[in-house]
Each structure stands twice: as C-alpha cells, then as structure tokens.
C-alpha cells in the first residue's frame, strides 16, 4: 500500500521538473555587443627625408706661427684666447743683429753701386775691359740682393699672424731662444667663422639613397637639399643654418664610412673646432608616404612588425608590416598598409582577426604626424 501511494508522488515532481527545462531551453541568450576600438585612418604624406649623423667641428683654416729668424724673444705681443688681424704682431724677436746686417748690407750696396757709375763712365771711354764692367755690375747686383734679404730679415723679427682668427695659449715666453725651421710652432691661430663640420656616413647608406634615387622612391630635396642643421652636445639646436661642401672621394677602409665636410656661420663663437655634434643632413624627399603611428604597430616573438586594421565590413584583419625607420612618433611603412585603412590603435587587448568591431577616433595618437624623417647611420 505504501509503495502504491509513493507512485503519484514521483512522477509529479518529474513532470514538474521536465516542465521547468522545457521553460529554460525556450529563453535565448542576450546578444553580446561588438568591442569599440580607437582608429587612425591612415593618408599619404610627403616628407624630407633627414639623415642624422655625427660629426666634429674643425677650424676654416689653422695656421701654426713660428719664427723665420733666429733670436732672442723680447715681447709678446698678444693676450691668449683673443681675436687677432691678419698682419697683427704677435712676437718681437731682438732685432739688433739684423739691424747691424742691414746697415753692413747698405754701405756694401752703396759702394757696389759707386764703383758700377765709375766702370759705367770707363768702359764708354774704352779706359777699362768689358770684362771689368761686368764684373762691376754682377757686384753691384748682388750687394742688392743681400741688402734685401737683410731688410727681409729684420721684418721678420716681428713676428706677425698670417690669417685673421682666434690664437690659443704661446708655447714661447720672453727670453726664449727661437730659430728658423724649428718644429715647435709658438702659437696656433685657427679661424672659427666659418667653421667646418666633418660628417661621417656609411658607404651602405649612400648605395640605398642612389638607388631609391635611381629607382624614383626617393625625390631630391631640390634647392634645399644640400642644407646641413645641427644638435649640439648639450641636446640644443644650433640657430644657423649650413651649407654641404663636399663629400670625400674615397671610402675609410677601417670604418667603411664617408666622410661629408659642411660649412656654417660662426659669428658668436659658439662652435669650437673638436666639438662633437649631430648633423641633420637633407638628402631627398618621398612622396605619398604612409606613415602609422607607433601605437598601433605590434611586434611577434620574432621581432616582426605587425598591425591591427578594420576592413570596410567592420571586421578585424591582421597585416604584417615592412617598416624602414621611425618618423617622429611614427614608423614609415613600406609594406602591408596603405592610404585608407582603418589602424587600430585603441582596444588592441580586445581584438582577434575576423572579430567585427564598431570604431571610433583615437584619443592616444595626435592629428598629424610629423613628416620629417630621421635616420641614424
């Protein structure tokens, strides 16, 4: 009786209980909403392309002053470090042996050139030799040539600057002994403005720059392409601007570099030569550039670049990228992207490739990227 009884009772809870799955299975789940993502919709741009490199100041002209004569230094004439005129006197070497020289070489010249006015009247009147007049006059010209060499000598005792610029510390002091021909110099006078910058550049990167010449995906930077910029030591950028010399015709075998030589006003002296600075050298210009920010560009284990793009469908495609350099914020791409896609930038974390997405403007990139390229040697 009691298992009659207990019948009616298990099958109403099974009942109830298929009764209720049957009213969870007809729910339908909620819609899950598509992620938003930050986009930068990426356009051509034209830029010049910059190519940072080193470089060392070094002086205009250097000229070392030394002594053409021997003497006794008497006075120096200049203050170490000052600005001095081409033709200044800088030293006074005792002059009184020269001076006696001079005076000898004077009473010879003055006899030679008597005795010639005798044999001159003689030999019109056929009183003396032909041969005796010629002697007469060889005399006589080289009396002059002594006395101008004893005049050059004595001007030489003051020791003047042979170029216009700034004289460093004298290597000589009153009293010293100096001689013609010696190897120490007495004092260095460099020119500072202008000045030169020697740059140096790697063979490799001018071979790439010929040929993105030749092959058209580089433009020259046309009048201004030969224009130098500087960053000096301290991080600060120096006010004027130079001007491309030359570039040496021949390739540094222990370095495998070039050597660039420009030329910049100095009218303040701020550039000293043996300075070490950073030259910004314009070398062309490339047209209709893409260039994505750095924050949408990822890297695999490999270290190659990839980026996150939204197709017109609003779905999520990966690209993997061909990115030379860095451009400011930004990294110049020379495969994988192109004018008109949509980057992401924003929400990166969230995406997956064929994911769809809704998007909107990114707030971590700036509106414009800089279209100045710099590149290191």
Known sequence: ????????????????????????????????????????????????????????????????????????????????????????????????????????????????????????QLVAQQAISRQEFDDAQAKALAADADLKSAEINLRYTRVQSPISGRIGRSAVTEGALVSDGQSQAMATVQQLDPIYVDITESSAALLQQRADLDQGRLQKAGKEGASVSLILENGSAYPLQGQLEFSEVSVDPSTGSVTLRAVFPNPDHLLLPGMFVRAQLQSGMREGAILAPQQGVTRDLKGTPGAWVVNADGVVEQRTLVASRTVGSAWLVEQGLQAGDRLITEGLQFVKPGMKVQVSAANNVKPAVSATVAKGN
Do not use: W
């Not at 298990?10 to 909403?33: H, I, W």
């Not at 990426?42 to 830029?47: A, I, K, S």
């Open 1 to 120: 009786m009691k298992l009659k009884a207990m019948v009616p009772v298990t099958l109403s809870a099974l009942a109830l209980a298929v009764l209720l799955a049957g009213c969870k299975s007809d729910e339908t789940p909620p819609a899950v909403a598509a992620p938003t993502v930050g986009v930068v919709t990426l356009q051509p741009q034209d830029y010049v392309l910059r190519s940072e490199l080193p470089g060392r100041t070094a002086a205009y002209r250097v000229a070392e002053v030394r002594p053409q004569v021997q003497g006794i230094i008497q006075r120096r004439l200049f203050n170490e470090g000052a600005d001095v005129k081409e033709g200044q006197a800088l030293y006074n070497i005792d002059p009184a042996p020269y001076e006696a020289t001079l005076a000898h070489a004077k009473a010879v010249a003055q006899q030679a050139a008597s005795l010639l006015n005798r044999y001159r």
